[in-house]
C-alpha cells in the first residue's frame, strides 16, 4: 500500500467512523432512555448490533467507490479496525460528557431500582448474591467517568479487531483477470 493509499484509507476510515459513533451514540442513548421503557432499550441494542451490518456496508461502499470494486483481506481488516478506532474515540468522548455532566447518578439509581423490584430481590436473595450485588453497585458508583469512557473505548477496539476477521473476509475482492474483464465487457 502506497502512502497516498494508506491516506486515503484513512480519511474515508475517519469520515466511516463518525457515522459508526453517531450509531453508538444513539444506541447508548436509547438503552440508557430505555432503563425505564423496555421497548427503548430493545431499539438500543439493534442498533449496537446493526452497527456491525452498517460497518461491512461502509467497508464495500469503500471498496466499490474508492478501490474500483477490488480491496484485499488485509486492507479491508485495517480499514475496519481504523474506522473502530475512531468511532471508539468519538464515542467515548460521548460518553465521558455524559456520565460527567449528565447522569447525575440516573443510571445507578435505575440499577438500585431494577435490584430492589420483588421478583429480582428474591432472585438476587435465593441465590445468595445480596452481598455481591451490593458490592458490584458500590464499585459502579465510585467509578469515575474517566474510567467508563476508557474502559469502552478498550472494548469497542476489541469488538473492531474481532468483527474485522469476518467483514474483512466478506467484503474482499480480488481483481478479476483481464481476459475475464474483457468476457464481461463484451455485448
Known sequence: MTPQEYTQLKAFARIDGALLSAIWIASFAAYITGLGNSLLMMIGMAMAVGSLIFAAGR???FR??????TISFGR???YVILMFFYAAILFAVAQFVYFQF???GYLIGKIIEMMNMEPNKQMIEAY???EAVNESIELM???RPIDY???Y????IIIGMISGLPIAALTQRKQQKREEQKEYKQP
Open 76 to 78: 479491508a481488516y485495517v
Open 102 to 104: 449528565i447522569d447525575n
Open 59 to 61: 467497508t464495500r461502499r
Open 141 to 143: 458508583a465510585k467509578t
Open 64 to 69: 466499490d467507490k474508492a478501490l474500483n470494486g
Open 128 to 130: 445468595g448474591m445480596t
Open 153 to 156: 473505548l478498550t472494548t469497542n
Open 149 to 151: 469512557a476508557l474502559n
